[in-house]
């Protein structure tokens, strides 16, 4: 956890080596953000600077002794409980694919083609071209609970607490279907409230780095309120996810419909 304080953005854009160990494509270009030529006199032509992405600031907090279910409980999927002792997952990481069409088979390919072990997220939420819409697939890595592959930081934090979920689509041109981000929410919710994960835990890609995922038009403040919502009507009280003020503040305010 030490580690984890000491978490900081340390540069702006992505260098070869990031782009390597990161599950999604960064699509930024320096082209368009020079400025007009000026014709009247020689001038030093620098790029504009690079607003920095919103950078969470995650609060370590203590571990909870997580005892989740050893079978499927009703409405669980069954590959959604590891069978394997599960690890202290204490955070969701949320990304978009960056590409019109995919699902974890095509990711698992693309993924070990450029080096990496298998597929590098948790799950993987279709959009109707290589999976059906909504329908969430189980990563390997999941069934090993074995630690991530998605969101590379100088301490690698994310990656060995933060569930990797990636959607299918690009929504920096697009937004998530409505399928998508009802199984999403689903998915969400049901991790927060087996591993006791506080909503402020629930995070796009780019609150941990320099990077453009999951897109503008995924909204991860939506997520974390439909996922509070679906813990509400289940009757979670905000005692069960009792980490932080903000989670209870989130939990409380959501008004059932
Ligand atoms: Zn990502």
Same mark, same amino acid.
Request: hydrophobic fraction near 40%; aromatic fraction near 6%.
């Given at each position: 956890?030490?580690?984890?304080? #000491?978490?900081?953005? #340390?540069?702006?854009?992505?260098?070869?080596?990031?782009?390597?160990?990161?599950?999604?494509?960064?699509?930024?270009?320096?082209?368009?953000?020079?400025?007009?030529?000026?014709?009247?006199?020689?001038?030093?032509?620098?790029?504009?600077?690079?607003?920095?992405?919103?950078?969470?600031?995650?609060?370590?907090?203590?571990?909870?002794?997580?005892?989740?279910?050893?079978?499927?409980?009703?409405?669980?999927?069954?590959?959604?409980?590891?069978?394997?002792?599960?690890?202290?997952?204490?955070?969701?990481?949320?990304?978009?694919?960056?590409?019109?069409?995919?699902?974890?088979?095509?990711?698992? +390919?693309?993924?070990?083609?450029?080096?990496?072990?298998?597929?590098?997220?948790?799950?993987?939420?279709?959009?109707?071209?290589?999976?059906?819409?909504?329908?969430?697939?189980?990563?390997?890595?999941?069934?090993?609970?074995?630690?991530?592959?998605?969101?590379?930081?100088?301490?690698?934090?994310?990656?060995?607490?933060?569930?990797?979920?990636?959607?299918?689509?690009?929504?920096?041109?697009?937004?998530?279907?409505?399928?998508?981000? +009802? #199984?999403?929410?689903?998915?969400?919710?049901?991790?927060?409230?087996?591993?006791?994960?506080?909503?402020?835990?629930?995070?796009?890609?780019?609150?941990?780095?320099?990077?453009?995922?999951?897109?503008?038009?995924?909204?991860?403040?939506?997520? +974390?309120?439909?996922?509070?919502?679906?813990?509400?009507?289940?009757?979670?009280?905000?005692?069960?996810?009792? +980490?932080?003020?903000? #989670?209870?503040?989130?939990?409380?305010?959501?008004?059932?419909?």
């Amino acid at each position: 956890m030490a580690g984890f304080q #000491s978490f900081l953005y #340390s540069g702006i854009g992505c260098t070869l080596g990031t782009l390597f160990l990161v599950g999604c494509q960064s699509q930024t270009s320096l082209v368009g953000e020079l400025p007009s030529p000026n014709f009247s006199g020689p001038v030093a032509v620098q790029p504009a600077a690079r607003p920095l992405p919103p950078i969470v600031k995650i609060q370590p907090v203590a571990p909870v002794k997580v005892t989740p279910p050893k079978v499927a409980v009703a409405g669980v999927p069954r590959g959604w409980v590891p069978p394997v002792a599960a690890r202290s997952w204490q955070a969701i990481v949320i990304h978009h694919s960056a590409t019109p069409v995919g699902g974890a088979a095509r990711f698992d +390919r693309e993924h070990k083609e450029k080096g990496w072990d298998e597929l590098g997220y948790d799950f993987v939420v279709g959009n109707g071209t290589d999976t059906g819409d909504g329908q969430i697939e189980v990563g390997s890595r999941w069934t090993k609970q074995k630690i991530g592959a998605h969101a590379k930081t100088p301490d690698n934090w994310f990656n060995e607490h933060g569930i990797g979920i990636c959607l299918v689509g690009n929504f920096d041109g697009g937004r998530p279907t409505p399928a998508q981000m +009802r #199984s999403l929410a689903k998915l969400v919710a049901y991790m927060m409230r087996t591993y006791h994960i506080p909503a402020d835990h629930i995070v796009g890609h780019g609150d941990t780095k320099a990077t453009d995922c999951p897109g503008r038009l995924l909204n991860v403040a939506d997520v +974390r309120q439909m996922a509070a919502q679906i813990l509400v009507a289940e009757g979670v009280s905000p005692a069960g996810n009792p +980490r932080t003020a903000s #989670s209870r503040e989130m939990l409380t305010d959501v008004k059932e419909k």
